[in-house]
């Protein structure tokens, strides 16, 4: 995961260093600054996850079916589902660009010690630093939140998307972590059971299993619970 936060801040200090991002400095908070790494850029580091998400959800329903609770699923309906999950793990390139755009507008209206206005070379190497800054607290911060993302989301939904399609009348549980990281509406569901075809219920909000990529990210950004299934 290190090299997806790596490959972003090298992008992002590449494009700091072009004379259109000086340009955009000069002209201070009027400047669109989330133009200088656009989403597509920033997309491009996540989209090798495809593949080693394609084969978590393989997994789950491989294991799925093994335990016995589950049939295989089709082509187009993996693809859907692991594409729902690269999609929530791109939602925080998002908030990746939101903070690099935040750290270019402070350089842009950076002053002298005195209150006067500060050499423009000395503006792009502040929004360098600014910029590094943000991708070191990434490093720290959104490494689990992706590997939570872009592992747990999909076995869950493989297990969940196996089990739907099987003849079998299945109830499927909420397992929780039981501990002190798990949030108390999550620790309130362990144990529940429902039909496979029912949803659990999170806060008065329907949600299809732990790491569901259709519900509020709210309700799924760091969680750990996975699914088991009983006949």
Same mark, same amino acid.
């Given at each position: 995961m290190d090299d997806i936060?790596?490959?972003q801040e090298e992008a992002t200090l590449a494009a700091i260093a072009a004379p259109t991002t000086t340009?955009?400095?000069?002209?201070g908070t009027?400047?669109?600054?989330?133009?200088?790494?656009?989403?597509t850029e920033l997309a491009v580091s996540t989209a090798p996850l495809l593949s080693s998400?394609?084969?978590? #959800?393989? &997994?789950?329903?491989? =294991?799925?079916?093994?335990?016995?609770?589950?049939?295989?699923v089709s082509e187009q309906q993996a693809e859907a589902a692991v594409s729902e999950?690269?999609?929530?793990?791109?939602?925080?390139?998002?908030?990746?660009?939101?903070?690099?755009?935040e750290a270019l507008a402070a350089a842009s209206v950076a002053k002298a010690e005195d209150g006067g206005d500060i050499d423009i070379a000395f503006k792009a190497i502040l929004a360098a630093t600014l910029v590094k800054a943000v991708f070191n607290k990434l490093r720290s911060n959104r490494k689990r939140m992706i590997i939570d993302s872009a592992v747990l989301g999909? #076995?869950? &939904?493989?297990?969940? =998307?196996?089990?739907?399609n099987s003849d079998v009348t299945?109830?499927?549980?909420?397992i929780s972590l039981k501990d002190e990281r798990v949030r108390i509406s999550h620790k309130q569901l362990h144990g529940d059971v429902v039909p496979v075809s029912s949803p659990f219920f999170?806060?008065?909000?329907p949600i299809r299993f732990p790491k569901d990529p259709v519900a509020p990210p709210s309700l799924t950004i760091n969680c750990r619970c996975v699914l088991k299934f009983t006949k």
């Amino acid at each position: 995961m290190d090299d997806i936060i790596d490959s972003q801040e090298e992008a992002t200090l590449a494009a700091i260093a072009a004379p259109t991002t000086t340009a955009l400095l000069n002209l201070g908070t009027e400047s669109n600054f989330g133009s200088i790494v656009p989403m597509t850029e920033l997309a491009v580091s996540t989209a090798p996850l495809l593949s080693s998400m394609r084969g978590i #959800y393989e &997994q789950a329903v491989s =294991d799925n079916i093994q335990e016995g609770f589950g049939e295989t699923v089709s082509e187009q309906q993996a693809e859907a589902a692991v594409s729902e999950h690269l999609a929530t793990v791109n939602e925080f390139n998002s908030t990746t660009q939101n903070q690099v755009a935040e750290a270019l507008a402070a350089a842009s209206v950076a002053k002298a010690e005195d209150g006067g206005d500060i050499d423009i070379a000395f503006k792009a190497i502040l929004a360098a630093t600014l910029v590094k800054a943000v991708f070191n607290k990434l490093r720290s911060n959104r490494k689990r939140m992706i590997i939570d993302s872009a592992v747990l989301g999909p #076995y869950n &939904q493989g297990m969940f =998307d196996s089990a739907s399609n099987s003849d079998v009348t299945l109830n499927k549980q909420w397992i929780s972590l039981k501990d002190e990281r798990v949030r108390i509406s999550h620790k309130q569901l362990h144990g529940d059971v429902v039909p496979v075809s029912s949803p659990f219920f999170v806060n008065g909000v329907p949600i299809r299993f732990p790491k569901d990529p259709v519900a509020p990210p709210s309700l799924t950004i760091n969680c750990r619970c996975v699914l088991k299934f009983t006949k």
